[in-house]
T-cell receptor
Framework: GEQVEQRPPHLSVREGDSAVITCTYTDPNSYYFFWYKQEPGASLQLLMKVFSSTEINEGQGFTVLLNKKDKRLSLNLTAAHPGDSAAYFCAVNQGGRALIFGTGTTVSVSP | DMKVTQMPRYLIKRMGENVLLECGQDMSHETMYWYRQDPGLGLQLIYISYDVDSNSEGDIPKGYRVSRKKREHFSLILDSAKTNQTSVYFC?????????????FGAGTRLSVL
């Protein structure tokens, strides 16, 4: 079945720097991708939903890139600020069943 | 208001006791899920429910069972809890089981089994 590997597990950046989190997946039939953000002690909130037909997706303060050839999904936090300190999870769905989640990345942004 | 509510938020049980975790949603979503979250492992799917009395095992169902008698309510039951079931449990719901559907998560239940 599908497997999702997420790197790095921890990331420390200074305010204003960028931070990149990468997920690789195995199933070439995967076509829906999600990024969730989990602030300390809180639940998971959807950050962005990406369809396989779109390679670059921009949100507020971040960019999501999808490389279908390499089966790689990345989240780029541009100009990180303390409010970005959280755990981030990618998730992949190739159809049917539930999402397969990555193992998560804890991001710490220091002033 | 779109909401997934989990009760209780925190729970301490002794090994061998029975545990009931409850989840409700107000969005009339067909599909509901139970995940557990452990450090370094991300979220692992325990059970998925496609509608009332239509439940399916996830990736780690052993030691758990579920009940869904009403569309808006999904329970996770641990019969004779074990210490390795100490974890944070998240309930989620989605409009249907379609792969494009966003999951909405509850706030989680932190369970400690002593």
């Amino acid at each position: 079945g599908e497997q999702v590997e997420q790197r790095p597990p921890h990331l420390s950046v200074r305010e204003g720097d960028s931070a990149v989190i990468t997920c690789t997946y195995t199933d070439p039939n995967s076509y829906y991708f999600f990024w969730y953000k989990q602030e300390p002690g809180a639940s998971l909130q959807l950050l962005m939903k990406v369809f396989s037909s779109t390679e670059i997706n921009e949100g507020q303060g971040f960019t999501v890139l999808l490389n279908k050839k390499d089966k790689r999904l990345s989240l780029n936090l541009t100009a990180a600020h303390p409010g970005d300190s959280a755990a981030y999870f990618c998730a992949v769905n190739q159809g049917g069943r539930a999402l397969i989640f990555g193992t998560g990345t804890t991001v710490s942004v220091s002033p | 208001d779109m909401k997934v509510t989990q009760m209780p938020r925190y729970l301490i049980k002794r090994m061998g006791e029975n545990v009931l975790l409850e989840c409700g949603q107000d969005m009339s979503h067909e599909t509901m899920y139970w995940y557990r979250q452990d450090p370094g492992l991300g979220l692992q799917l325990i059970y998925i429910s496609y509608d009332v009395d239509s439940n399916s095992e996830g990736d780690i169902p052993k030691g758990y069972r579920v009940s869904r008698k009403k569309r808006e309510h999904f329970s996770l039951i641990l019969d004779s809890a074990k210490t390795n079931q100490t974890s944070v449990y998240f309930c989620a719901s989605s409009f249907s089981q379609g792969s494009q559907n966003t999951l909405y998560f509850g706030a989680g239940t932190r369970l400690s089994v002593l």
